[in-house]
Nanobody, 114 residues
Framework: HVQLVESGGGLVQAGGSLRLSCAASGSISSINAMGWYRQAPGMQRELVARISRSGSTMYADSVKGRFTISRDNAKNTVYLQMNSLKPEDTAVHYC????????WGQGTQVTVSS
């Protein structure tokens, strides 16, 4: 089993930055990839970014050039650096891990004011 604990959400003005963190514990060796989804009110959950065990990354088109996902293997932690934030980035952001099954964090709110 894998536990995920997120931190770093909050309220920021448009153009600002936030960094989300997701610390994993438990069956770490089973994890193949980690990343972030987000869900805005009334919308479907969408993939924001993911990073594989090897370090390869992928991003949603809407965040390319603004967001950067990275990982610190020594700390079993994944980060999402979010720059040039826009009001449309407002959503609950969920960390996930792909292992024997999909694991989810509790979610952290990101609110971008215009």
């Amino acid at each position: 089993h894998v536990q995920l604990v997120e931190s770093g959400g909050g309220l920021v003005q448009a153009g600002g930055s936030l960094r989300l963190s997701c610390a994993a514990s438990g069956s770490i060796s089973s994890i193949n990839a980690m990343g972030w989804y987000r869900q805005a009110p009334g919308m479907q959950r969408e993939l924001v970014a993911r990073i594989s065990r090897s370090g390869s990354t992928m991003y949603a088109d809407s965040v390319k050039g603004r967001f950067t996902i990275s990982r610190d293997n020594a700390k079993n932690t994944v980060y999402l650096q979010m720059n040039s934030l826009k009001p449309e980035d407002t959503a609950v952001h969920y960390c996930f891990a792909l292992g024997y099954r999909n694991y989810w964090g509790q979610g952290t709110q990101v609110t971008v004011s215009s």
